[in-house]
Protein backbone atom coordinates (compact mmCIF):
# COMPACT_ATOMS: atom_id res chain seq x y z
CA UNK A 1 0.00 0.00 0.00
CA UNK A 2 2.98 2.29 0.27
CA UNK A 3 5.25 3.16 -2.27
CA UNK A 4 8.57 5.02 -2.25
CA UNK A 5 10.14 6.07 -5.66
CA UNK A 6 13.60 7.73 -5.82
CA UNK A 7 14.71 9.84 -8.38
CA UNK A 8 17.38 11.87 -9.30
CA UNK A 9 20.33 9.66 -9.60
CA UNK A 10 23.36 9.54 -12.80
CA UNK A 11 26.39 10.10 -13.50
CA UNK A 12 28.44 12.97 -12.23
CA UNK A 13 31.98 14.31 -11.90
CA UNK A 14 33.70 14.60 -9.07
CA UNK A 15 33.23 17.65 -7.03
CA UNK A 16 30.12 18.32 -8.90
CA UNK A 17 26.49 18.18 -7.21
CA UNK A 18 23.23 16.57 -7.01
CA UNK A 19 19.78 16.22 -5.51
CA UNK A 20 18.02 12.90 -4.89
CA UNK A 21 14.33 12.86 -4.00
CA UNK A 22 12.01 10.19 -2.74
CA UNK A 23 8.39 10.31 -2.65
CA UNK A 24 6.22 8.00 -0.18
CA UNK A 25 2.82 7.19 -1.94
CA UNK A 26 -0.52 5.30 -0.17
CA UNK A 27 -1.92 4.58 2.68
CA UNK A 28 0.12 7.27 4.49
CA UNK A 29 -1.30 9.22 7.88
CA UNK A 30 2.05 9.39 9.52
CA UNK A 31 5.83 9.02 8.80
CA UNK A 32 7.73 9.10 11.69
CA UNK A 33 11.12 9.19 9.97
CA UNK A 34 12.45 9.39 6.38
CA UNK A 35 15.92 8.77 5.38
CA UNK A 36 18.82 7.68 2.75
CA UNK A 37 20.69 4.69 2.85
CA UNK A 38 23.26 3.58 0.35
CA UNK A 39 25.27 0.30 -0.66
CA UNK A 40 28.47 0.39 -3.07
CA UNK A 41 29.63 -3.12 -4.28
CA UNK A 42 31.01 -5.34 -1.99
CA UNK A 43 30.29 -3.56 0.90
CA UNK A 44 27.23 -3.05 3.11
CA UNK A 45 24.08 -1.05 3.03
CA UNK A 46 25.14 1.99 5.27
CA UNK A 47 22.92 4.96 6.98
CA UNK A 48 23.49 8.38 4.52
CA UNK A 49 21.03 10.42 6.18
CA UNK A 50 18.05 10.55 8.56
CA UNK A 51 15.51 13.04 9.21
CA UNK A 52 12.68 12.28 11.77
CA UNK A 53 9.11 13.93 11.69
CA UNK A 54 10.43 16.64 14.62
CA UNK A 55 13.32 17.65 12.44
CA UNK A 56 15.78 15.70 13.98
CA UNK A 57 18.52 14.77 11.58
CA UNK A 58 21.90 12.41 11.45
CA UNK A 59 24.28 11.88 8.98
CA UNK A 60 26.72 9.42 8.25
CA UNK A 61 30.80 11.12 9.22
CA UNK A 62 31.80 10.44 5.56
CA UNK A 63 28.88 12.65 4.20
CA UNK A 64 28.63 15.82 6.77
CA UNK A 65 29.36 19.42 6.08
CA UNK A 66 28.49 18.08 1.66
CA UNK A 67 25.06 16.20 2.27
CA UNK A 68 21.50 17.90 3.07
CA UNK A 69 18.48 15.85 3.84
CA UNK A 70 15.46 17.97 3.94
CA UNK A 71 11.47 17.29 3.62
CA UNK A 72 8.61 18.92 2.67
CA UNK A 73 5.87 17.02 5.18
CA UNK A 74 3.04 18.34 2.88
CA UNK A 75 3.92 16.22 -0.58
CA UNK A 76 5.26 13.04 1.59
CA UNK A 77 8.95 13.80 0.05
CA UNK A 78 12.37 13.88 1.41
CA UNK A 79 15.45 15.37 -0.61
CA UNK A 80 19.27 14.69 -0.25
CA UNK A 81 21.21 17.37 -1.63
CA UNK A 82 24.60 16.72 -2.03
CA UNK A 83 28.06 18.63 -3.17
CA UNK A 84 31.62 18.31 -3.78
CA UNK A 85 30.89 14.54 -4.62
CA UNK A 86 33.64 12.09 -4.74
CA UNK A 87 34.25 8.71 -6.22
CA UNK A 88 34.19 7.04 -3.13
CA UNK A 89 30.03 8.38 -2.94
CA UNK A 90 29.21 5.81 -5.77
CA UNK A 91 26.61 3.53 -4.55
CA UNK A 92 22.96 2.97 -5.03
CA UNK A 93 21.34 5.08 -2.86
CA UNK A 94 17.79 3.40 -1.36
CA UNK A 95 15.16 5.28 0.25
CA UNK A 96 13.62 4.64 3.96
CA UNK A 97 10.64 5.57 5.07
CA UNK A 98 9.27 5.01 9.10
CA UNK A 99 5.21 4.63 8.74
CA UNK A 100 3.14 3.02 11.29
CA UNK A 101 0.62 0.21 9.99
CA UNK A 102 -2.02 1.86 12.14
CA UNK A 103 -2.71 4.62 14.02
CA UNK A 104 -1.58 3.20 17.73
CA UNK A 105 1.33 0.68 15.84
CA UNK A 106 5.30 1.07 15.74
CA UNK A 107 6.53 2.12 13.09
CA UNK A 108 7.54 -0.23 10.15
CA UNK A 109 10.34 -0.16 7.30
CA UNK A 110 9.85 1.17 4.08
CA UNK A 111 12.14 0.96 0.89
CA UNK A 112 12.75 2.22 -2.72
CA UNK A 113 13.69 0.73 -5.22
CA UNK A 114 16.84 2.39 -4.97
CA UNK A 115 18.40 5.07 -7.80
CA UNK A 116 21.85 5.02 -8.84
CA UNK A 117 24.79 7.48 -8.85
CA UNK A 118 28.22 7.24 -10.08
CA UNK A 119 30.69 9.76 -9.41
CA UNK A 120 33.40 9.44 -11.74
CA UNK A 121 35.34 11.65 -14.14
Known amino acids: QVQLVESGGGLVQPGGSLRLSCAASGSIFDIRAMGWYRQAPGKQRELVAR???????NYADSVKGRFTISRDNAKNTVFLQMISLKPEDTAVYYC???????????????WGQGTQLTVSS
Open 51 to 57: ITSGGRT
Open 96 to 110: NAVIPLCSSCVGHDY
